[in-house]
């Protein structure tokens, strides 16, 4: 890949999904003209800088990416909602407002998944759902419906207290109402799942020998940002090393980053032949320490002048 300013790419993705709305990690790969595994290694920056925000809902494996403000656009991908959070996320669209304990535990358990679109929050004892763009002033005359007589209080904080809510024990009386399901309902939920016969006990392992390491380049993006080093390209990356340009008080050099405890010579020598080529010093990181043998031929290699053909 060839070396670009990082700088200039986040704000590439920025700018994509500010035009597009939210946006995968392959639409923002086809943008930037990057992998797929860079154009996720770089909207993982932007998220850790809290710069674009992360759906829970999946599109196949893959979350979507979008900007603060952008909330109510992830409506479009809702067709990728599974067939019970699809119905919930229906109801909630419809009704704007759930009163959690009126629910078919079905539904409820859906509304917990669908943390997109379905904002809880406590009225009293109780826990309700709102839609996320139903508006609040709306919401008070539909709970005054469900509710008679009842002052409805939202809680203008819900990011931060959606997991206390959700969390909670049903109260007694939920309890009570889940034991009176009819008799089919139960007979339905234990009744057990068949397994399928495995024609083989024991599963194929995927060859991952050209998959690059991604945990590998978090703990090293880590490190730096402790250093206060910055990372200025990007300029080889697999599953058993990490090749960056990097920059420390306006100091351009090269790091190599082996995923190795051990490292020997044929290391060093792939490292320094990537230096000459950029012209650049190096520094090699590694899980562990070198060995004695390594270092002693270090540091015999300082002093070692030249090596003579006896003719």
Known sequence: MATQDTTQLKQNILSIIQNNGPSL??????????????????????????????????????????????????????????????????????????????QLPAIRVALRAIKDFAIPFQDKEEIFWRYLTAPILELKEEKEEIIPQTKLVINENESQKEQEIIEKEPKQSEKTKE??????????????????????????KRNQTNKPNEKFFDVIKEYLLKKQIEITGIEGFSKDDLILKVKKENVESLL????????????????????????????????GEPTKKLINFIEAIKHLENIEKIE
């Not at 234990?190 to 599963?203: A, I």
């Not at 051990?262 to 290391?267: A, P």
């Open 179 to 204: 034991k009176n399901l009819n008799k089919s309902e139960i007979k339905i939920k234990e009744k057990p799942v068949k397994k399928r016969p495995q024609k083989n006990s024991t599963p194929k």
């Open 256 to 287: 190599i980053a082996y995923s190795k405890k051990r490292i020997g010579e044929e290391e060093i020598t792939k490292a320094y032949k990537k230096s000459q080529e950029l012209n650049l010093n190096f520094t090699i990181l590694s899980k």
């Open 25 to 102: 990690p392959i639409h923002i790969a086809k943008g930037t003209g990057l992998s797929m595994l860079f154009a996720s290694a770089f909207l993982s920056e932007l998220l850790s800088e809290k710069r674009i925000k992360i759906s829970h809902l999946r599109v196949g494996s893959s979350p979507i990416y979008y900007l603060s403000g952008q909330e109510p656009q992830l409506e479009k991908y809702s067709n990728n909602l599974k067939s019970k959070e699809k119905d919930a996320f229906i109801l909630l669209k419809e009704k704007k407002i759930l009163n959690d304990s009126e």
